[in-house]
């Protein structure tokens, strides 16, 4: 486990100690945001367990918006720069942050990697995180908004059992919708309901980058996310009423 946001034996690493580092990550997130603010560049937190599918969202997200938006990403993997690469074929700026053993990505992290972007001409920056569905929720990036990438392959439980990350998302993606008449015991108003009992204002949008179902109600979403930011998004992505 994680020797920095102490996610290991609490006894390793001190409540004040892990203060400190937050409050050092705090710091710099809040110089990450304000660069972001100043060249009009959105920043997206991009979360999720691996395999959930944060990487081919991108991939349709930019097919979609190709000529349209700039993109940017930087992709958070504890090794390789496999994420990167399909990225950049996509037609995404990319670049990768290999973390070794941490299992999230940190502000630090975040401002080192932009020296190996052009991210002052980009619209949108999205930062895809290490698959995890603990320690990146812990962690201000300078992010403008977080997004959950969440499959139905991973069943109906998991915001239940990992409340943190959903109840600071500002949208829920739900993906692999396409998969569902294939997965027995598996309901997409369960986990609506599951959302339902973490987030303050639950906000999902079911999503297959396969059929293409839900698509374009995720980049209206990030068209309202340009404009207004994430205090003044409309709750129109999703209701609890499927």
């Given at each position: 486990?994680?020797?920095?946001?102490?996610?290991?034996?609490?006894?390793v690493v001190p409540v004040d100690v892990h203060e400190r580092i937050l409050a050092g990550n705090d710091r710099a997130a809040a110089h990450n945001?304000?660069?972001?603010?100043?060249?009009?560049?959105?920043?997206?937190?991009?979360?999720?367990?691996?395999?959930?599918?944060?990487?081919?969202?991108?991939?349709?997200?930019?097919?979609?918006?190709?000529?349209?938006?700039?993109?940017?990403?930087?992709?958070?993997?504890?090794?390789?720069?496999?994420?990167?690469?399909?990225?950049?074929?996509?037609?995404?700026?990319?670049?990768?942050?290999?973390?070794?053993?941490?299992?999230?990505?940190?502000?630090?992290?975040?401002?080192?990697?932009?020296?190996?972007?052009?991210?002052?001409?980009?619209?949108?920056?999205?930062?895809?995180?290490?698959?995890?569905?603990?320690?990146?929720?812990?962690?201000?990036?300078?992010?403008?908004?977080?997004?959950?990438?969440?499959?139905?392959?991973?069943?109906?439980?998991?915001?239940?059992?990992?409340?943190?990350?959903?109840?600071?998302?500002?949208?829920?993606?739900?993906?692999?919708?396409?998969?569902?008449?294939?997965?027995?015991?598996?309901?997409?108003?369960?986990?609506?309901?599951?959302?339902?009992?973490?987030?303050?204002?639950?906000?999902?949008?079911?999503?297959?980058?396969?059929?293409?179902?839900?698509?374009?109600?995720?980049?209206?979403?990030?068209?309202?996310?340009?404009?207004?930011?994430?205090?003044?998004?409309?709750?129109?992505?999703?209701?609890?009423?499927?």
């Amino acid at each position: 486990m994680c020797d920095t946001c102490g996610c290991g034996d609490p006894k390793v690493v001190p409540v004040d100690v892990h203060e400190r580092i937050l409050a050092g990550n705090d710091r710099a997130a809040a110089h990450n945001r304000v660069h972001f603010r100043e060249h009009g560049v959105v920043a997206v937190n991009l979360m999720g367990s691996p395999g959930a599918g944060k990487t081919a969202v991108l991939e349709t997200t930019a097919r979609r918006l190709a000529g349209r938006e700039r993109l940017g990403a930087l992709a958070g993997d504890l090794a390789t720069d496999r994420d990167a690469e399909r990225l950049r074929a996509a037609g995404i700026t990319a670049a990768s942050i290999t973390t070794g053993s941490a299992c999230h990505l940190d502000a630090d992290m975040v401002h080192c990697g932009l020296h190996e972007l052009p991210w002052r001409d980009l619209d949108y920056l999205f930062i895809e995180n290490v698959g995890n569905l603990v320690c990146p929720a812990i962690y201000d990036l300078g992010q403008e908004a977080n997004v959950v990438v969440l499959s139905v392959t991973e069943g109906e439980d998991k915001p239940l059992k990992y409340p943190v990350m959903f109840r600071k998302a500002d949208l829920v993606l739900i993906t692999k919708i396409d998969l569902l008449p294939h997965l027995a015991g598996v309901r997409l108003e369960a986990i609506v309901d599951a959302l339902a009992r973490v987030m303050p204002e639950p906000e999902f949008i079911p999503l297959s980058v396969v059929t293409g179902e839900g698509v374009e109600r995720w980049l209206a979403w990030l068209e309202r996310l340009e404009r207004f930011g994430p205090a003044r998004l409309s709750r129109t992505a999703g209701s609890l009423r499927l």
